[in-house]
Each structure stands twice: as C-alpha cells, then as structure tokens.
C-alpha cells in the first residue's frame, strides 16, 4: 500500500489539483508549492520523501530549483521527478546535462497510470 509525502512544485493550481486527486487517490499524503523559493522552503520544512518538479516556472525555473535542491546537504537526498509541458526530445541538451540529478521525466498533459506508475517506482525504490 502506497505511502509517503510528496511535494508538487508547479505554477500551475490546476495541474497541482489534478496530481493532489490522483496521488491522495493512491494514499499519498501530498503538499505543493506555486514557486520555486516556495518549493525550496517547503522541502526544507517537510523533507518529502519524492518531489514533482515543473520545469517552465516564471522567475526560478525547474532546472534552478533541481540545482539548489541537489546543491543542499539538507535535502540533497530526496528524489526528483521532473515535470514538463515539453517532450523530453525538446529540452534534449538541457535534459541530459540534468540527467543524474532526477528520477524521472513526465509530460503534461500526463497519463493518469504514468504519474501514478513513476510515482511509485521511485517510491518504491
């Protein structure tokens, strides 16, 4: 049986509605932040045990967040999946160059069983 604390960090409060339904669906316990200082703090004031990640954010994008995320001792450990409304193939180079930092890659509009489905992979692992 699925449990944890997820952190969504995303500009979007649609997108983090439809995530908070689907992953409380699941038992997750889910909290979630519109901005990347936000999300920084709250990762730090919660320490989640998996974070969603958009990357096109206005002001601090995905990729500053990860850094800072991955740069901090405190937090450094909690895995990341990535969010974006770009297929991976588009951000290719960006992407890669991130690649050993994160736990997974979805887009949006995503598939219910594939959030669900990477979600607990890395949970799981």
């Given at each position: 049986?699925?449990?944890?604390?997820?952190?969504?960090?995303?500009?979007?409060?649609?997108?983090?509605?439809?995530?908070?339904?689907?992953?409380?669906?699941?038992?997750?316990?889910?909290?979630?932040?519109?901005?990347?200082?936000a999300g920084l703090e709250m990762a730090r004031s919660?320490?989640?045990?998996?974070?969603?990640?958009?990357?096109?954010?206005?002001?601090?994008?995905?990729?500053?967040?990860?850094?800072?995320?991955?740069?901090?001792?405190?937090i450094s450990d909690i895995p990341v999946v990535m969010?974006?409304?770009?297929?991976?193939?588009?951000?290719?180079?960006?992407?890669?160059?991130?690649?050993?930092?994160?736990?997974?890659?979805?887009?949006?509009?995503?598939?219910?069983?594939?959030?669900?489905?990477?979600?607990?992979?890395?949970?799981?692992?």
């Amino acid at each position: 049986m699925p449990s944890g604390l997820i952190l969504i960090i995303e500009d979007d409060e649609e997108m983090i509605s439809l995530g908070t339904l689907i992953l409380e669906k699941e038992d997750y316990e889910v909290v979630s932040a519109t901005s990347g200082p936000a999300g920084l703090e709250m990762a730090r004031s919660h320490h989640p045990d998996l974070i969603l990640l958009d990357i096109m954010m206005d002001g601090m994008d995905g990729w500053e967040v990860l850094e800072i995320l991955k740069s901090d001792g405190e937090i450094s450990d909690i895995p990341v999946v990535m969010l974006s409304a770009r297929h991976y193939l588009e951000d290719e180079e960006e992407t890669a160059s991130h690649a050993d930092r994160f736990a997974g890659y979805i887009v949006k509009p995503f598939v219910v069983s594939e959030l669900v489905d990477q979600v607990n992979r890395v949970m799981s692992s």
